[in-house]
């Protein structure tokens, strides 16, 4: 797709205008291509909207996706967690865990006690 092309359907989308309206655009330059996007776009009824500020709502709801966006990303692993306060990553906790202590399974608990006697308790009652 050459540059003409990009350019006037850019042109066309910014004045409602799909890609096939986008080749009935007459000009050499821009100012003449926005022109013609603005009458065509009237004659076929789709005058853009003027744009206007977002109101409170909206930004809010912008900031609650965002926060959601972060969190699923936390809770999945995606992205580590920044401290806003220090830039550092944290997790949940805090920092690092220490290892978790090694116990003895059943079956070695159970040799231990019967080679040991422990298990003999109960014959002196």
């Known amino acids: 797709m050459n540059e003409d092309v990009e350019i006037r359907r850019a042109v066309a ?4 205008l799909g890609w096939r309206e986008a080749t009935f655009l007459i000009g050499e330059d821009l100012e003449t291509l ?4 603005a009458s065509l776009a009237a004659l076929l009824g789709r005058e853009r909207e003027p744009e206007r ?8 709801e912008v900031e ?5 966006r972060e969190l699923y990303l936390l809770l ?3 992205v580590p967690a920044r401290d ?4 550092r990553f944290v997790g949940f906790d ?15 608990t159970l040799a231990r006690v019967l080679k040991t006697g422990e298990a003999n308790a109960g014959h002196k009652l």
């Open 94 to 108: 805090g920092g690092a865990r220490t290892s978790v202590p090694v116990t003895e399974s059943h079956e070695q």
């Open 34 to 37: 926005e022109r013609s996007a």
């Open 76 to 78: 999945t692993g995606q």
């Open 64 to 68: 609650k996706r965002a926060r959601k």
């Open 53 to 60: 500020e977002p109101t409170l709502f909206e930004h809010l």
């Open 84 to 87: 806003p306060s220090s830039g």
């Open 13 to 16: 989308a910014e004045h409602g």
